[in-house]
């Protein structure tokens, strides 16, 4: 039976003209985005209020009509806010949901809201609203753990331990210089958060379902209402561009493995075999079968938390790599990915902005293990070099004191004089100067060196930074 002669097919749907027979109950479910890409209310209602006063500039709305367009969008916005919106699958996504909603409210004037534009330059440009503040609360909480990285660090510009490669001890640095390690990654994360928002910040609204629209449009007016940077230059890729969402998930990959390299460390550290840091109870979980055990869960858990947003970047791009031009409902799958991804960095960053004032640093046991492990035996070899042995001849005289130390079972500095010049007659006694922990630390006195002085001088350049 065609439509016409029928009556309505009851359904709720905006686009069933042509449709004769209701949608499946599971497909209805199946292709329904609301349930989660109603987050995007309110950057959904600030996109229609900004096409809607630009319609009324351009003449295609009166002034009348644009007026009673906003005051039920924003009467909309209220409800949603007062949790009295009742979200309906069958309106599939928060567009229809809140455009039918508007139309309840406000009768046939609602209805002409959606002039000029489709789902398709809406979602895409309230994606970029959404993600654009998103991004600057990503920003300020990463600001707020460099605080507190940088504040540990100055607390700690003296403070020995083993700087380690290979997890083997190398040579002492300064734990200040090693917090300020950590801060270098999370400057470049804020870089690259900032160089994404500048590709976010651009209005795809006006691309319409993929070719542009008939109507006169001023595109710029809309752009310059919701504070974009520009607009896009091409109707096609507008509609179908998830770039931006991707460049965004991949700088918060990377930003996830940092703060996984971070937790790593302080799992370590907090272990009872390195003693370096102790975790503030209020950071920590005991165990229900081990009364001994305190655990360091929050590290624990963001080392694991970074698995799922790497593959949240390898989902995004997954999705991508297969689509023709130009909008396809694939693209519905990438909300799911960056909300999530949103949600995880910021609890992440939350919990190690809270965390890092309360780390308690043992530090004792870093110096004693700095003084373990041979670590400065390349300040005997740079030591020798400047007696005018030739460095390669250094390291082997120093391989040999090393040796001679572990079987006699003493670290350099515990040889005698004379133990030391059974290997070089160039060894006198200012030796023991270059054998010490802070004699070794304060010789790397250059910009980037573990020098006192450098890491005092490194926390105040990169404060200023912020
Ligand atoms: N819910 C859709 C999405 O997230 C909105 C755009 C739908 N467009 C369409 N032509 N079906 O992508």
């Avoid at 949608?23 to 996109?47: K, N």
């Avoid at 009768?107 to 809406?122: A, E, P, V, Y």
């Avoid at 023709?324 to 960095?345: G, M, R, S, W």
Wanted: hydrophobic share 40%; with cysteine.
């Amino acid at each position: 039976m065609s439509k016409n002669n029928q009556q309505q097919n009851n359904s709720d749907k905006l686009w069933d003209g042509r449709f004769n027979q209701p949608t499946d109950a599971f497909v209805e479910a199946f292709t329904a985005s609301v349930s989660f890409d109603r987050r995007l209310y309110r950057h959904d209602i600030m996109g229609s209020k900004a096409h809607a006063e630009m319609l009324a500039k351009v003449g295609v709305l009166t002034t009348q009509e644009c007026q009673t367009i906003i005051q039920g969008l924003d009467a909309i916005a209220d409800d949603i806010e007062a949790g009295h919106f009742e979200w309906s699958t069958k309106l599939e996504d928060v567009h229809m949901n809140i455009e039918a909603r508007l139309t309840d409210k406000i009768g046939d004037t609602g209805k002409k809201l959606h002039t000029g534009r489709s789902r398709n330059d809406q979602v895409a440009t309230d994606i970029r609203l959404y993600l654009r503040d998103e991004i600057k609360a990503v920003i300020a909480e990463t600001k707020r753990l460099q605080h507190g990285i940088l504040q540990l660090a100055q607390a700690h510009a003296k403070t020995i331990m083993p700087g380690f490669t290979h997890l083997q001890t190398a040579q002492p640095v300064t734990f200040g210089h090693h917090l300020l390690a950590w801060n270098e990654m999370l400057v470049r994360d804020v870089a690259r958060f900032q160089d994404c928002l500048s590709r976010v910040n651009i209005m795809p609204l006006g691309a319409a379902a993929l070719a542009g629209t008939s109507y006169p449009i001023d595109r710029a007016y809309t752009a310059e209402l919701l504070g974009f940077d520009g607009i896009t230059e091409n109707s096609l890729d507008a509609v179908s561009d998830r770039d931006f969402v991707i460049e965004f998930v991949s700088a918060a990959s990377i930003l996830m493995m940092h703060l996984s390299r971070y937790s790593e460390e302080l799992i370590l550290w907090s272990s009872a075999q390195f003693n370096f840091v102790e975790l503030s109870d209020s950071f920590c979980t005991g165990s229900s079968i081990m009364p001994q055990k305190k655990n360091p869960d929050v590290p624990e858990l963001v080392r694991g938390k970074t698995g799922r947003v790497q593959g949240h970047l390898v989902s995004l791009l997954t999705l991508m790599k297969g689509q023709p031009l130009a909008y396809n409902k694939d693209n519905q799958e990438d909300k799911e990915p960056l909300f999530d991804t949103i949600d995880t960095i910021k609890s992440c960053l939350k919990v190690y902005a809270d965390m890092m004032p309360n780390i308690s640093v043992n530090r004792d046991s870093m110096r004693a293990a700095a003084a373990q492990g041979y670590s400065t035996a390349t300040d005997l070899a740079d030591y020798l070099v400047r007696k005018g042995i030739a460095f390669r001849d250094a390291h082997s005289v120093v391989g040999k004191s090393v040796a001679f130390g572990i079987e006699q079972q003493k670290d350099l500095s515990e040889l005698t004089l004379t133990e030391l010049q059974q290997f070089s007659d160039k060894i006198s006694d200012d030796v023991f100067e270059v054998l010490t922990l802070e004699g070794s630390v304060a010789a790397r006195n250059h910009i980037g060196g573990t020098a006192p002085e450098q890491v005092t001088a490194a926390v105040k350049r990169a404060l200023k930074k912020i």
